[in-house]
Antibody, heavy 119, light 110 residues
Framework: QVHLVESGGGVVQPGRSLRLSCAASGFSFSSDSMHWVRQAPGLGLEWVAFISHDGNNKYHADSVKGRFTISRDNSKNTLSLQMDSLRPEDTAVYYC????????????WGQGTLVTVSS | QSALTQPRSVSGSPGQSVTISCTGTSSDVGGYNFVSWSQQHPGKAPKVMIYDVSKRPSGVPDRFSGSKSGNTASLTISGLQAEDEADYYCSSYAGSYTWVFGGGTKLTVL
């Protein structure tokens, strides 16, 4: 079955960088687009970034554009999110989400990794 | 991208039906049939219950149904069960490779 495991979260100071990873298994990773979605503590969900199955098309939410970069390595079945110039408002659980394919909706969610931006 | 509008909370007794609304604009909910609903229990990852407005993924009970009229999508849960108590989030494709979520609705089973 589909399995998505995020890692790389932690506590980081404002202005610093962090790189999140998501290990995918149980499906043909190279055939599916992927997303990152985040959830600030006690708040709702916010879409962060999308990457096409081959990595050629990448899109980011305005709130992170120019600071975050989504990428993937299909040879390692891994999705990544490079987060630079972090701000306190970036504090959230970050979820790796599989795109449904053939439909612009979400399919399967990972368990998430917590990022805390604080001095 | 603006968030979709959901009621903060809804409630119902076991066996009853409840409906959660999700209001957007013609640029998201009204413009595409790519609305999904996700269920999230406390401390857990979300799980997709409805996609493409009204389709159910394999394994989701048929007590869960979705619909859309204009700029408003709805999730209906019939025959409420205790395990349905959770937060529910709607989401919609908003064009140009962007997606938007609702603020979430807390469902309480009385």
């Amino acid at each position: 079955q589909v399995h998505l495991v995020e890692s790389g979260g932690g506590v980081v100071q404002p202005g610093r960088s962090l790189r999140l990873s998501c290990a995918a298994s149980g499906f043909s990773f190279s055939s599916d687009s992927m997303h990152w979605v985040r959830q600030a503590p006690g708040l709702g969900l916010e879409w962060v970034a999308f990457i096409s199955h081959d990595g050629n098309n990448k899109y980011h939410a305005d709130s992170v554009k120019g600071r975050f970069t989504i990428s993937r390595d299909n040879s390692k079945n891994t999705l990544s999110l490079q987060m630079d110039s972090l701000r306190p408002e970036d504090t959230a659980v970050y979820y790796c989400v599989k795109d449904r394919g053939g439909s612009w909706t979400f399919d399967f969610w990972g368990q998430g990794t917590l990022v805390t931006v604080s001095s | 991208q603006s968030a979709l509008t959901q009621p903060r909370s809804v409630s119902g007794s076991p066996g009853q039906s409840v409906t959660i609304s999700c209001t957007g604009t013609s640029s998201d909910v009204g413009g595409y049939n790519f609305v999904s609903w996700s269920q999230q229990h406390p401390g857990k990852a979300p799980k997709v219950m409805i996609y493409d407005v009204s389709k159910r993924p394999s394994g989701v009970p048929d007590r869960f149904s979705g619909s859309k009229s204009g700029n408003t999508a709805s999730l209906t849960i019939s025959g409420l069960q205790a395990e349905d108590e959770a937060d529910y989030y709607c989401s919609s494709y908003a064009g140009s490779y962007t997606w938007v979520f609702g603020g979430g609705t807390k469902l309480t089973v009385l």
